[in-house]
């Protein structure tokens, strides 16, 4: 129904002597002050004879089966109070090719019906989130779109579902995310690319999931890429690059994130690639962590990794594998570790499980793999070689078993170390090849062969 206190779009442009054709509504040229119209109907077409020709200024309340093109939309001059489209009565909306700029409230506000935007373009709105959906009856999918500029590009939220493919999402406002996910809603990503935000790329919170697929993240010099906040929430990525930020994943609180087939490159000092805490797993299959100024992959508070068949070279600056405290696992299966200051550090009691791994170099003083402080350390069909320091160091009462494994090529300590009382390796069908010492236990460590 309509708001008495609203126009219909019809109305108003049949004061401008623009009446439907077989064709729909065909605007000429020209700039057109709706006003807060509405537009309900099945079947209708508003386009622009030109497109890029036609601007409204105001706000429209849609439903129906409503298609825009070649439109662009922007706010009232005088009163900026509304949304440039307000979609709450349910139907279908399509928006193809046109541009939505400027403004202090949203594009759009959908909170029930179907809306398809293509080959459109949303900039700089600026104190509201340009694109907000919410419930269960809301859809929303961009193809081609560009979201530039503006203050938060989405928030799906309350059940609702949001696609994009082909979209690029340039820019947010300091402590605005790009995409927020929340309250049970889902959003999807495929083959877009997010950058240059002043919040993170992604955040996921109150059972929010994201699937994320083909996409490059890049830029986020403030805040992780993609941050998974609590117990429910979900992100899953495949085959997608995160780059030259801060640092690219952070889930806390029972969160869970998947990878598959990503590529994780850099992160700022003292930033962890991948920060599982506070109860949050993270599975990384067949991806490849490079070139870190932290840690590739950092556990606490309960945090669990679970990595296989994953590539993890170039950590120079930090320990590439870190579980720091009780609770706190790490397994490893079928992975590469190389080029890096030290492979594995486990401390307060935390657990690590490698199997199928091999562990390529260390730093010199840095054997691959620490236990400290009661920590524990599996490794199973593994092999160890050309480091500069030990190969396995337990201290401080840390434990490791060492099953089936090959070691060779440690030339400047022994490759085996048990440091002080407590502190304890096991030994089982493992073989040692050049090598300048086997083992060395001193103050009360010890080395059982078996």
């Not at 929340?182 to 109150?206: F, I």
Request: with cysteine.
């Amino acid at each position: 129904m309509t708001n008495p206190e609203m126009t219909s779009l019809e109305d108003f442009l049949a004061t401008r002597g623009i009446q439907p054709s077989s064709g729909g509504i065909v605007l000429p040229p020209g700039f057109y002050e709706i006003g807060n119209v509405v537009l309900d109907g099945e079947s209708v077409s508003v386009r622009a004879e030109h497109p890029g020709t036609v601007t409204f200024e105001g706000s429209l309340r849609l439903g129906g089966n409503v298609t825009f093109e070649g439109i662009t939309f922007s706010p009232a001059l005088d009163e900026d109070l509304l949304p440039r489209m307000d979609i709450s009565q349910g139907g279908t909306v399509k928006i193809l090719n046109c541009h939505f700029r400027g403004g202090e409230n949203a594009a759009i506000v959908l909170c029930s019906g179907l809306v398809e935007v293509r080959d459109s373009r949303f900039e700089n709105v600026r104190v509201k989130t340009a694109l907000q959906v919410s419930g269960e009856h809301s859809r929303l999918s961009l193809e081609r779109c560009v979201l530039d500029a503006c203050m938060q590009p989405l928030v799906a939220s309350s059940s609702a579902y949001v696609g994009m493919e082909q979209c690029e999402l340039i820019g947010s406002a300091e402590i605005w995310p790009q995409v927020v996910i929340k309250t049970g809603a889902q959003v999807t990503l495929e083959a877009c690319h997010l950058r240059d935000g002043l919040s993170h790329a992604v955040w996921v919170k109150e059972q929010g999931q994201a699937s994320i697929t083909g996409c490059t993240i890049s830029g986020f010099h403030k805040a992780a890429a993609i941050s998974v906040q609590d117990d429910g929430s979900k992100a899953i990525l495949s085959g997608t690059t995160l780059r030259e930020g801060l640092r690219p994943v952070y889930g806390q609180d029972k969160a869970m994130v998947a990878l598959a087939k990503c590529e994780l490159i850099g992160s700022a000092e003292k930033y962890p690639q991948v920060t599982m805490t506070t109860g949050a797993q993270v599975t990384l299959e067949a991806c490849h962590l490079r070139d870190g100024l932290s840690n590739a992959v950092w556990v606490k508070e309960q945090g669990q990794a679970s990595i296989t068949g994953c590539t993890i070279s170039g950590f120079h600056e930090a320990t590439a594998i870190h579980a720091h405290d009780d609770g706190s696992k790490v397994i490893l299966s079928g992975t590469i570790l190389r080029d890096g200051k030290q492979q594995i550090y486990g401390e307060t009691k935390a657990m690590v499980a490698l199997t199928k791994c091999e562990l390529i170099g260390s730093a010199e003083k840095r054997p691959q793999v620490t236990m400290a402080t009661g920590a524990q350390v599996t490794l199973e069909a593994c092999r160890l070689r050309d480091g500069l320091s030990h190969a396995i160091w337990v201290k401080e009462r840390g434990q490791a078993s060492v099953r089936g494994c090959t070691i060779s090529g440690f030339h400047k300590a022994a490759a085996i170390c048990a440091q002080d009382t407590g502190s304890h390796v096991i030994m089982s069908g493992t073989a040692f090849s050049d090598v300048g010492k086997t083992q060395f236990v001193r103050d009360g460590g010890t080395i059982s062969n078996r």
